[in-house]
């Protein structure tokens, strides 16, 4: 049997190259591949892994014409590169490295906020035009100023932890950060808002999400303790960058110090040329020690997935081995979904995760699927996390994940999933199935009967049980344009608490979704989607 081939289209480290190499694999090495997508499109179909960083662009565009791939390695932790809905469609494991980078890019937010502290780069480049200017930057001390940290995840800490060491007081925001692990780690956590009028210096450190899109808005910056100084190594689209030169021109923000930006390659930019603005073309994972970490783990794991089939770090499948997969599957995507749906429903923070799991399935693999159940809760605002790095997430910012076991059969059905999520303000809870046909289905919600399958795009109706709700609720649909697919009914008890779970053919806009708030049995609508 030929060696598997594996397309690196671009720039990973010789030692990563050869690793591939010596484990058996047929390797091209054509980083210059990754900035040419016609060229990059005529050869991928003979290869049968592709190994990526930031550049290449893996398009449903890219992945039709690749008819043998079976994975793409990305050296890093972004994936926003990479179209991971078609490569799922198209059976392609994607995986990554989600914690290669970490102290490469907190040490990047630290240096970049002692550059625009000290306006390092403007005395830079004074100095070596000639210009002795010593009276005009003056800069600030870091030493007893207030930073105020968005998203304490893996980077967001070792932020913390550096600055601590270097006597500056640490706020943080970040919905998924317990009491205990900010004491832990020596952050007093706060709302955001509250995290905004107290900060002397803000740095973000959360994956861009459509919650986090715009974190930093005008509003937000509105908010900001005058004099504030704005460090995003993270990702671009975090902060409104019209709004934040605004601020800037008004005063309002002292400085920026940005290694990423909303469009990358970024030739123009709103941030361009303004004094006070200090930026890096994204380099926060790129010191030596990081390229060569992240380079021969993608390598090894690529390597493992082809040559015999392990899953290590795949953001779209579990860890699960060919035997039991065929079982197995229906119910990871239960579990996925049953998290997806307390997730989008949660808005306050997290503090434990319970999954129970009832008859057949209790004697399944429920490792995976617990992974797969935490992944569904969390990825509504951790975008990238999977079911590999989903537990590790979860511990690491004290969500307390626990699993239960009952082998024998406790309802009318074979085997139930049962997930309870233990938020800040209240608990919440639904369980499902698994039919006969393989697809997953909910049968309870708030501990109220339903029987409902999950659809890309659904709408969830808390009501009265009331006369007049339906033919209101159609009827605000219906005047929209609105298509219903499907509409699953329950409630607790005639006259009751109620609940409507509606599948539609596209999303909601936010004027409708406001109509159905108004129907005077509505307690609360959301909008979902799986």
Not at 135 to 146: C, H, I, S, V
Request: hydrophobic share 45%; aromatic share 4%; proline share 5%.
């Amino acid at each position: 049997m030929p060696a598997p081939k594996v397309l690196i289209s671009d720039a990973l480290s010789d030692a990563a190259v050869q690793r591939l190499r010596d484990r058996g694999l047929d390797v091209d090495f054509r980083p210059e591949l990754g900035r040419d997508r016609d060229a990059c499109a005529a050869l991928i179909g003979a290869y049968d892994g592709l190994a990526i960083r930031s550049t290449t662009k893996v398009t449903a565009k890219l992945l039709a014409q690749a008819p043998r791939l079976k994975v793409v390695g990305r050296a890093g932790i972004g994936i926003d590169n990479v179209d991971v809905a078609a490569a799922t469609a198209r059976g392609v494991v994607v995986m990554n490295t989600p914690f290669g980078n970490a102290i490469t890019t907190a040490e990047h937010a630290i240096a970049m906020m002692f550059a625009l502290a000290r306006q390092i780069p403007r005395a830079d480049a004074s100095t070596q035009a000639g210009r002795w200017e010593k009276a005009r930057f003056m800069g600030t001390e870091l030493t007893g100023k207030t930073l105020g940290i968005i998203g304490c995840g893996n980077v967001g800490a070792v932020v913390a932890d550096r600055a601590i060491g270097l006597k500056l007081k640490v706020i943080a925001y970040d919905p998924y950060l317990t009491p205990e692990r900010a004491a832990e780690i020596g952050v007093e956590k706060l709302e955001l808002d509250a995290l905004l009028a107290r900060a002397d210096l803000i740095s973000l450190h959360v994956p861009l999400t459509e919650r986090t899109r715009n974190i930093l808005s005008a509003d937000a910056l509105g908010q900001t303790k005058p004099g504030v100084r704005i460090i995003n190594c993270a990702r671009g689209g975090l902060v409104d960058e019209v709004a934040l030169r605004a601020a800037l021109e008004s005063g309002r923000v002292a400085g920026a110090a940005f290694d990423v930006f909303a469009t990358e390659p970024a030739y123009q930019n709103p941030l361009f040329g303004h004094p006070n603005v200090v930026c890096t073309p994204h380099l926060g994972a790129s010191t030596n020690e990081a390229q060569a970490n992240v380079a021969l783990q993608i390598a090894e794991q690529m390597a493992d997935y082809l040559l015999s089939g392990a899953v290590v770090n795949a953001v779209n499948m579990p860890s699960i081995s060919a035997d039991e997969a065929p079982r197995l599957m229906p119910f990871v995507h239960l579990a996925e979904n049953l998290g997806s749906f307390l997730g989008q429903l949660t808005d306050a923070p997290i503090r434990g995760i319970r999954v129970t799991y009832e008859g057949a399935v209790a004697e399944m693999n429920i490792r995976a699927l617990t992974a797969a159940a935490v992944t569904g809760v969390l990825s509504p605002v951790l975008s990238g996390i999977n079911m590999v790095s989903a537990p590790a997430v979860a511990r690491e910012r004290g969500i307390l994940v626990e699993e239960v076991t009952r082998a024998g059969a406790t309802s009318d059905f074979e085997s139930v999933i049962r997930i309870t999520v233990e938020a800040e303000d209240m608990p919440r809870d639904a369980a499902g199935t698994v039919f006969h046909d393989g697809k997953p289905r909910m049968i309870e919600i708030r501990s109220i009967p339903i029987d409902a399958a999950f659809a890309e795009h659904m709408l969830y109706v808390r009501n009265h049980d009331q006369p007049g709700f339906i033919g209101r609720f159609g009827g605000v649909l219906g005047a929209a344009g609105v298509n219903v697919a499907t509409v699953a009914l329950g409630r607790d008890g005639k006259g009751g608490n109620a609940i409507c779970f509606c599948a539609v053919d596209a999303p909601v806009s936010q004027e409708v979704l406001a109509s159905i708030a108004a129907i005077p049995q509505v307690k609360r609508v959301r909008p979902l989607r799986f």
